[in-house]
């Protein structure tokens, strides 16, 4: 526990020191590295772990695709519009949003895939569902 808090200590000051751009994708470790702290390491927080190695720009991007997708779930459940799979959808990305807290996820593959995945069904879901409406209508 001592070491994640750590961790998360030395995310903060990369971060503070390069508040706009980051250290670049993937390098919090090499930050770590270079003073002296030799083993393979991860800030345990993908927030943190995105805010050192991509800055404000980089938080922004990556969680912009999270913040749209919770916006229009929201604003669907809020009209009644495919409840039960928005409910799944919100609960999901709530999940996910809950994991990072506690591990990184910008760079596995397989969260993004399943991310990704998610976001593919839902769009295809709500088209086929507006040409079942629109067929309805006729």
Do not use: C
């Not at 927030?47 to 969680?63: K, N």
């Not at 807290?101 to 769009?123: D, R």
């Amino acid at each position: 526990i001592i070491e994640r808090e750590f961790f998360k200590k030395k995310a903060w000051e990369i971060f503070f020191d390069n508040p706009i751009i980051g250290v670049g994708a993937n390098n919090y470790s090499a930050v770590l590295q270079s003073i002296n702290y030799n083993h393979a390491v991860y800030a345990h927080n993908n927030f943190l772990e995105i805010l050192a190695d991509g800055g404000l720009i980089g938080f922004f991007i990556y969680y912009s695709f999270y913040a749209y997708n919770l916006f229009i779930a929201l604003s669907r459940y809020k009209r009644n519009k495919y409840s039960d799979e928005t409910i799944l959808v919100l609960v999901f990305i709530i999940a996910l949003l809950i994991m990072e807290y506690g591990q990184i996820t910008y760079m596995n593959p397989s969260a993004q895939l399943i991310f990704m995945s998610v976001n593919t069904g839902y769009s295809r879901f709500e088209h086929s569902y507006s040409n079942h409406q629109m067929n309805l209508e006729r």
